[in-house]
């Protein structure tokens, strides 16, 4: 009886293991019976570049089974067909009219038989006007510009650079009244132009991404070219000042004398207050289109940041820094490191015989010093070309 039961228990996994397998081919029987699905081969690879409104598609082809390419974008609204043939290489695409955004492409290849690959995603995208009014322009020094008369020769002392540039374009009108135009690196710190007549303008050059087909420019930007010519100043004379070193002798003429190697410096033994002053009588009436400072030469670390300009026509009492016919020239920057003239220039040309070189305080120092000033006139029949 114990021997009855235990075969029938055998018998019954038996029937229990052979409907499941049973179920189980029928899972795997009805794609059998379907076929095998063939696919079309991928492309190997998709090099995308950015362009103005339209990106590039490199396909990268190794198959030779490859009839066309469908490509898809906008989630499959959009979409071009490239036809391949069966052949090899690169293929490149251009998609026009691409509205400036980021985009995911979808590529799928089909056979000579209709069979479609599995899909091979890449992404790119596109810019417009939005990237270009991001774009800013190099700047320049203006207190160092002016076309140098005897030279003829003017030199433009750029800023810093922006990041992106690739380079810059710049263009000018020549003594002969052609324009020239001239490819600047984008990091150069200066430029040099001769024989120089005016309507400079220059721009800089971007590309947004490495590998990008299209270039992005800058707006525009001009740069005045000052005509102008040294005021001679072998009648100056210092007519009043607020102090000046005893030892060693730096006196206030020393910023006159045309040796930018001799500074004016201000009493240090006992340390004079501010403000600190000198004030220069030209001997006549003059046109004055903007003032030369050179820092002090061999030290200049607690040099003043900042500078201030009075002229006037006539004065009461010239060696007074009060007198009420002081005119207001303005506030500059002083730069303690360069060694090339610094200018000061105002909006408008000036008259005057009398100027004052002022300073009201130093985040520095104490004192006031410089090497030299100068003063310069329009030349010819305009100030600015």
Not at 15 to 33: E, G, P
């Amino acid at each position: 009886m114990k021997f009855n039961k235990v075969y029938f228990a055998l018998l019954m996994l038996l029937v229990i293991a052979s409907q499941s397998c049973t179920k189980m081919n029928d899972l795997t029987d009805r794609y059998l019976d379907e076929g095998e699905i063939a696919y079309a081969a991928k492309v190997d690879s998709v090099g995308v570049q950015a362009g103005e409104n339209r990106i590039q598609l490199n396909l990268h082809i190794k198959a030779q089974r490859i009839d066309n390419v469908r490509i898809y974008w906008n989630n499959y609204v959009d979409s071009v067909d490239v036809e391949i043939g069966g052949r090899t290489g690169v293929f490149p695409v251009m998609l026009d009219d691409m509205p400036e955004s980021g985009y995911l492409f979808q590529l799928v290849s089909f056979d000579k038989f209709g069979n479609r690959s599995l899909e091979y995603e890449a992404t790119g995208s596109s810019y417009g006007e939005n990237y270009k009014n991001g774009l800013s322009n190099r700047s320049y020094t203006t207190e160092f510009t002016r076309y140098d008369m005897r030279g003829d020769s003017m030199v433009i002392y750029w800023g810093g650079t922006v990041r992106g540039a690739i380079g810059m374009e710049l263009q000018y009108t020549d003594i002969s009244d052609k324009t020239v135009r001239m490819e600047v690196p984008a990091d150069a710190t200066t430029t040099t132009l001769h024989k120089l007549k005016g309507n400079i303008s220059y721009n800089l050059r971007f590309l947004p991404e490495e590998n990008a087909i299209d270039t992005f420019m800058s707006t525009s930007k001009s740069i005045p070219v000052y005509y102008e010519r040294p005021i001679d100043k072998s009648n100056w004379k210092i007519v009043g000042f607020s102090s000046a070193s005893a030892s060693p002798e730096w006196p206030a003429t020393n910023a006159i004398d045309g040796d930018i190697n001799t500074p004016w410096h201000t009493e240090h033994n006992p340390t004079a207050p501010f403000p600190h002053y000198f004030i220069v009588d030209m001997g006549e009436m003059v046109d004055i289109s903007s003032f030369e400072v050179y820092r002090r030469m061999d030290d200049s670390g607690g040099a003043q940041p900042t500078h201030q300009i009075f002229y006037a026509e006539s004065l009461t009492d010239p060696s007074d820094s009060n007198d009420v016919g002081w005119k207001d020239y303005g506030v500059y920057s002083l730069d303690n490191v360069v060694d090339i003239p610094q200018f000061s220039r105002a909006a408008n040309v000036v008259k005057a015989r009398y100027f004052m070189y002022y300073v009201a305080s130093n985040s520095r120092s104490s004192y006031a010093y410089i090497g030299e000033i100068g003063a310069y006139s329009p030349a010819g029949d305009g100030l600015i070309h």
